[in-house]
């Protein structure tokens, strides 16, 4: 496990002033549960995701899926999961992050404006990339 810490800790780094931020975790399967089946959440009450199924997290903008079944070094069976946040944004002057957390991710991401050359504002968002 000590090798997903890193890789989590590499892709946050690599990431860190981006608008969006990903990483991924490999975790067992808990005992009894169906294996090669999808995804369970330990930290939302066991909830399962199919693979491929992307769940928006209540009450947080972000959104994790569930993304494949491999076994670890050690041959115990194992899923990846991705989670998936904004990131942090730089901004300069005269534009400025507005701060929206409403809807499902990307949709709750602080968005960039600025003003275009006639002073109207123009949005950027997660969305629009």
Same mark, same amino acid.
Do not use: H, N
């Given at each position: 496990m000590e090798l997903v810490q890193v890789l989590?800790? %590499? +892709?946050? @780094?690599?990431?860190l002033g981006c608008e969006a931020q990903v990483a991924f975790e490999i975790r067992? $399967? /808990?005992s009894g549960a169906s294996r090669n089946a999808g995804c369970y959440l330990k930290d939302h009450n066991n909830k399962y995701l199919a693979f491929g199924? #992307?769940?928006? #997290?209540? !009450?947080?903008?972000? @959104?994790i899926s569930c993304e494949r079944s491999i076994a670890l070094p050690? !041959? &115990? *069976? @194992? %899923?990846?999961?991705? %989670?998936? !946040?904004c990131g942090m944004q730089a901004v300069m002057r005269p534009c400025w992050s &507005?701060? %929206?957390r409403t809807g499902p $991710? *990307?949709? +709750? +991401? /602080?968005?960039?404006? +600025?003003?275009d050359a006639d002073g109207d504002l123009e949005s950027n968002s997660i969305n629009d990339i």
């Open positions: 989590i800790l %590499f +892709c946050a @780094a690599l990431l067992p $399967y /808990p199924e #992307v769940w928006s #997290v209540p !009450g947080e903008c972000s @959104a050690d !041959g &115990t *069976p @194992a %899923f990846q999961l991705q %989670f998936m !946040g &507005t701060d %929206f $991710y *990307p949709k +709750c +991401c /602080p968005r960039i404006q +600025c003003p």
